[in-house]
């Protein structure tokens, strides 16, 4: 099977800084690779490096077999890669269809001049979100949702604007325990679309719970990668260290 994506020897620098140093990993359709690290370790900088934030110095990034060179995350969403970051850059006044298509919206004309289709917007929110077996008032603005709900608000929008990678930065931090359940579900739906997922938490239980495969960085570099199924907690945790 072709990776859906893989990286080569990833380089990134600041100043005298090397933040990422000669990292290589492939992924898979329907594939989740967890990445673990201590703070600072590069996850962050990987992640980015992919989704067009940053130009890495060396290195390839190859999406389906061909070489992509994103030069900002507008290109990375065009191409499929969806990044849902820690804030998870949701209008909190806006409702659930809006989100959904936040900068995207579509427009219909009346009486000659262009307005916000906003029963269009939360039609396709309706859809998508019964697709991966979300309930929830599609009328309330999301600052009234649950940690877990607006959690999946995000990854509804990714899923209809067509990704076929999802990178999740640090989904169940700072949600109660029925919403990180709630959370893993999602990720397990997605897997069974084929969708392929970077999933970065510090919580191993969560990581054992979703990944296939964890990665683990070290001051920036590639410490070692192991399938889940065939590691253990402690084994990650020296990784991480340097033990």
């Given amino acids: 099977m072709t990776p859906i994506l893989e990286a080569r020897n990833l ?3 600041f100043g005298g800084v090397t933040a990422l140093n000669n990292v290589s990993f492939e992924l898979f359709p329907g594939e989740v690779l967890a990445l ?3 703070n600072g370790a590069g996850k962050s900088t990987l992640i980015k490096c992919i989704s067009g934030v940053h130009l890495p110095e060396e290195g390839q990034i190859f999406l389906e077999g061909k070489e992509v060179r994103f030069s900002n995350p507008r290109e990375a969403r065009a191409a499929g890669i969806e990044t849902i970051y820690q804030d998870l850059s949701l209008a909190d006044n806006l409702d659930v269809g809006a989100n959904v298509f936040l900068g995207r919206e579509p427009m ?3 009486l000659g001049l262009p307005m916000l289709d906003r029963a269009k917007m939360r039609s ?4 998508v979100l019964d697709t991966l077996d979300i309930q929830t ?3 309330r603005p999301v600052n009234a949702l649950s940690g877990g709900q607006r959690q999946a608000v995000a990854i509804g929008r990714a899923i209809y604007w067509k990704a076929r990678l999802l990178i999740m930065d640090e989904p169940t931090a700072a949600l109660g325990v029925p919403e990180q359940r709630k959370v893993v579900e ?3 739906r997605l897997k069974a679309q084929g969708v392929a997922i970077i999933f970065i938490s510090h919580n191993l239980g969560d990581i054992f719970a979703v990944a296939d495969r ?3 960085l070290l001051r920036g570099s590639k ?5 889940a199924s065939e590691t253990h907690g402690d084994e990650i945790v020296k990784l991480m260290v340097g033990a």
């Fill in 36 to 38: 673990a690290g201590d």
């Fill in 186 to 188: 999602l990720i397990h």
């Fill in 11 to 13: 380089t990134k620098r």
């Fill in 108 to 110: 219909r004309r009346r």
């Fill in 214 to 216: 964890i990665l683990v």
């Fill in 223 to 227: 410490a070692g990668e192991r399938k």
């Fill in 124 to 127: 396709e929110a309706s859809t």
């Fill in 137 to 139: 008032a599609l009328d």
